[in-house]
């Protein structure tokens, strides 16, 4: 009995795919998905090396504070790190007074504590970065956790930074719809999802910022500081996740071999194993 | 139930007689997990798994606990404590990284110990209630892990939330009603974040008692083997400790290399981006996705696409999904070949490694990708595979197969000469 | 498989492949043990303060509006703080006191920093329950008995130095560990 209902429902379920897969068949056949401007031009981010890569992975302490001078000085304007703290800027190689004067430079609408009202303040150590009043259109994203927010990581926020185009021409033969207006406000990228960004071009020229370490602040090397920054922004443990996995993952690669060893011993006595 | 021959716990020390008096959990352990457990000398590496699922379920519940500590389960501030987890508690990141792994590995585990199941048929009787109840672990699982994803309340938390309870609303009449219910809003809110905390807390501790029943049933016919020849004599078993110990022992170790890597390497991989991004409800991500462990569901859900007879394709879809787990209740009853190990199976070991692996892997892909062609034709005809499986060639097969001929004996199958049926792993 | 070759032999037999094989046990038992001890420890590690809470140990106040006879309330550590600027007669009174008497006994210049005996900056916690004490504060009338602060939960009366002097607290106010970083900012631990 149970295996008539059970041939029974598994007509049902199979004679059901097999009509949508029909349907889906017929259609593909007469009706062949068209490519989007999206499919074809979009492209994947750059090949681009980061100190923080693969499991050696670390920090580049003078690359972090260029990517923090490019950051405060581009960035900022627009977009918030609002889960960073001042405080984690020592971590960037800045020595306490050097944060509190950096932080000393926001100013932070907090509570007081005595009267328990909402005042600015100058900013402390201890205050995270605030948030920042966009009064252009659309939403410039928090850029905290940036390079873990979006596929390809650092890779991807410096070919965007770096990626602006005209338009091909090749896009706009096959595609005049995807034909951009002047008044749109949006701007060609091809490493941006939808192809047409709302930013207008960050780093449009060179030395925008004076590195204090001297290196020269061409756009290339803005884009990949600043990248590196929002690693560390996203991750900041980075470095000592890596140094812990190392001792972890050797330390039981010997427990695995010991634990094998022993295994083999108490099975000694029985064939087969 | 234990084989006559199995050691008897004999406590040496007067404080362990005493103990073994009054409350004789020391030899309950012993019987369970000791020396009085005898276990088929013939088991290969499948059958480790059952043991790294516990671990991983221990694993599960220590780091949720020390997540619980620092979360706070509101939507204002569940995305910022779980940044707070990962920047500001002392090892956050790693309670963190661990918990989320930890679920994928408790999956990868879980999986390969339903996958041993099926090809050793461990289903069988006399062990159908040890195959219900892990059937029944699988689904409390399934509601844990989906619950757990939403607690970050990033974007695949929310719209995962949205579209998962939204299958709920294709039960036709009080879907609508049942699913405001299960949200306790109109969307997932404030309202549902604290239950599913509040459920995520909980569900574990009640696989925890399930799984217990599970060994339980386990113990009263005792562990199935690759032969899937029944023990017959004492040649057949060796106890638990310290040889079944020592071989899971060192299998800890190796999970724990890899498990390692996975945490400390890689601790993004199996994630979504989207999910670093705070939820919001005014906007939806390109490509919803639920986490990877629900990926061959999901292909099934989106493999029906028409309406077929009186029922609409979105309640087919929702009625497929949970029918795929559901018939796994059934195989008891469904396969009734008298041979066990799909090792004397010609037939149903072709249809095993040529059917179901292939489809399984072409769901878990489907899933994971776009909804658009060609996945979901793909996705369509390994869903197809899949019921079909079950349903029609287990039945079919299990009474037309002629299977090969079965060892006498566990230790014939360990110690014969020319011994083609020790299975691997072992050797 | 080295081991095979001896299968029939009874492992006691083996006097040095027992002592190896014991050793290879004892060793992989405690691998085993120093893994879950490398487990415990962050999992005992992670109930300390967090980086963010140990970021406000320490609070900076500006001193410099604070007039002779007045006192502020701070924060410190989530707690209230005094810091009060003595006049010379609350100076004299509290050095005044036979410190052999008291409760807790300490003079003035023991509960002050040199240089700055006029700045009392103790903790705004009644050693008695930890109710917050009332004193001079925004021209705060109510200093108790003894011209310091009053706890009105209790009772309990603190003098010019803050030291227990009448009521049920045990102990004078607690001075937190702090310093002068300049002559009129003053750095709390």
């Known amino acids: 009995m149970i295996r008539i ?3 029974a429902v598994g007509a049902f379920f199979t004679l059901a795919l097999l009509l949508a897969f029909g349907t889906g068949a017929v259609n593909y056949i007469s009706e062949p998905p068209a490519p989007s401007a999206e499919k074809v031009f979009h492209e994947h981010p750059k090949e681009a090396k980061f100190a923080s890569d693969g499991p050696f992975g670390h920090f580049d302490e003078a690359q972090l504070q260029r990517g923090f001078a490019v950051y405060q000085n581009v960035c900022a304007a627009c977009h918030s790190i609002s889960q960073v703290a ?24 907090a509570k007081d504590p005595l009267s328990g009202e909402m005042k600015d303040r100058p900013g402390l150590p201890a205050d995270k970065f605030p948030p920042v009043v966009y009064a252009g259109a659309g939403h410039p994203p928090d850029l905290s956790l940036i390079t873990k927010a979006r596929h390809g990581g650092a890779a991807y926020v410096y070919s965007l930074l770096t990626g602006y185009t005209e338009q091909p021409a090749e896009l706009i033969k096959r595609f005049p719809d995807a034909k951009l207006k002047p008044d749109s406000g949006l701007h060609y990228n091809p490493y941006f999802a939808n192809l047409n960004i709302a930013m207008t071009p960050p780093l449009a020229s060179d030395d925008l910022v004076t590195y204090s370490d001297g290196t020269k602040a061409t756009k290339d090397q803005m884009a990949k500081d600043v990248a590196a920054f929002l690693v560390w922004t996203a991750e900041p443990n980075l470095e000592k996740r890596h140094q812990v996995g190392f001792v972890w993952v050797l330390f039981m690669l010997f427990a695995t071999v010991l634990g094998y060893m022993s295994y083999r011993n108490i099975w000694a006595d029985k064939k087969g194993h | 139930m234990s084989f006559p021959w199995a050691n008897e716990y004999k406590p040496s020390h007067p404080l362990m007689v005493w103990m073994d008096e009054k409350l004789p959990l020391p030899r309950l352990v012993y019987n369970a997990v000791g020396g009085g457990y005898e276990v088929p000398r013939n088991l290969n590496y499948f059958w480790n798994f059952g043991f790294l699922a516990g671990l991983c379920l221990v694993m599960q519940i220590v780091t949720g606990i020390v997540l619980a500590m620092h979360y706070g389960g509101d939507t204002r501030v569940a995305f910022n404590s779980t940044e707070h987890i990962m920047r500001d508690v002392n090892w956050g990141w790693l309670m963190r990284y661990a918990h989320a792994n930890g679920a994928s590995a408790f999956f990868v585990v879980i999986y390969l110990h339903i996958f041993r199941g099926f090809f050793y048929s461990s289903y069988k009787a006399p062990r159908e209630m040890i195959w219900l109840i892990g059937v029944v672990i699988f689904l409390l699982m399934m509601a844990t892990a989906f619950m757990g994803y939403v607690l970050p309340w990033g974007q695949m938390s929310y719209w995962g939330a949205q579209v998962i ?54 113990h009263i016919p005792g562990s199935s083997n690759p032969t899937g020849v029944e023990v017959k004599s004492e040649s057949d078993t060796v106890p638990f400790y310290p040889y079944y110990i020592g071989k899971d022992g060192w299998t800890v170790a190796l999970f724990m290399v890899l498990f390692g890597i996975a945490v400390f390497f890689m601790p993004n991989a199996l994630g979504h981006p989207d999910n670093y991004v705070p939820a919001n409800p005014m906007q939806t991500p390109a490509h919803i996705v639920p986490e990877w462990y629900f990926w061959p569901f999901y292909a099934i859900l989106r493999a029906f696409t028409v309406d077929f007879l009186i029922v609409p394709a979105k309640l087919m879809g929702v009625l497929a999904m ?103 792993g072992q050797g | 498989m080295a081991q095979e070759a001896s299968i029939d032999t009874p492992a006691g037999q083996d006097g040095e492949g027992v002592r190896r094989r014991d050793f290879i046990n004892i060793a992989a038992v405690s691998a085993a043990g120093i893994g879950a001890v490398a487990v415990v420890y962050p999992l ?30 701070s924060i410190f550590r989530k707690q209230p703080v005094f810091i009060r600027n003595l006049t010379t007669v609350e100076i004299e009174e509290a050095n005044k006191v036979d410190v052999s008497g008291l409760r807790d006994p300490q003079t ?54 803050a030291r227990i002097r009448k009521g049920p607290a045990p102990k004078n106010l607690h001075v937190p560990e702090y310093e002068f970083t300049s002559d009129t900012v003053v750095t709390i631990g």
């Open chain 1, 5 to 7: 209902i059970s041939l």
């Open chain 1, 86 to 109: 001042y405080r984690d800027l020592e971590k960037l190689g800045y020595n306490e007074a050097e944060v509190k004067a950096i932080a000393a430079k926001a100013t932070i609408n």
């Open chain 2, 165 to 218: 309870t939204g299958l709920f609303s294709a039960i036709p009449l009080v879907g609508d009603a049942f699913r405001e219910w299960l949200l306790g809003g109109f969307a997932p809110d404030n309202a549902t974040l604290n239950r599913f905390f509040s459920l995520h807390f909980l569900l574990p501790f009640v696989i925890l008692g399930v799984v217990i029943l599970h060994v339980w049933a386990l």
């Open chain 2, 322 to 424: 949970f029918s795929a787990i559901l018939v796994w209740f059934f195989l008891p009853w469904l396969d009734r070949s008298p041979v066990r190990s799909g090792s004397y199976r010609p037939l149903y070991r072709k249809f095993f490694w040529f059917g179901l692996v292939p489809a399984m892997a072409v769901l878990f892909y489907c899933g994971g990708a776009p909804a658009e062609e060609p996945f979901v034709m793909l996705s369509q005809l390994a869903s197809l595979y899949y019921f079909a499986h079950f349903l029609i060639i287990v039945p079919i097969v299990s009474s037309i197969e002629r299977p090969d001929p079965l060892p006498f004996s566990i230790t014939e199958a360990v110690l014969g000469a020319d011994d083609k049926a020790s299975l691997g």
């Open chain 3, 44 to 73: 005992i590690s992670q109930m300390a303060p967090s980086a963010d809470v140990l970021a406000e140990s320490s609070t900076e106040v500006d001193i410099s509006a604070v007039q002779p006879g007045q006192a502020i309330k």
């Open chain 3, 108 to 161: 003035l210049k023991e509960r002050t920093k040199e240089g700055h005996e006029n700045w009392l900056i103790t903790m705004g916690v009644c050693t008695h329950l930890g109710c917050i004490p009332l004193g001079p504060f925004d021209g705060g009338t109510v200093v108790g008995e003894f011209g310091g602060y009053f706890c009105p939960c209790h009772g309990s009366h603190y003098d010019t130095a």
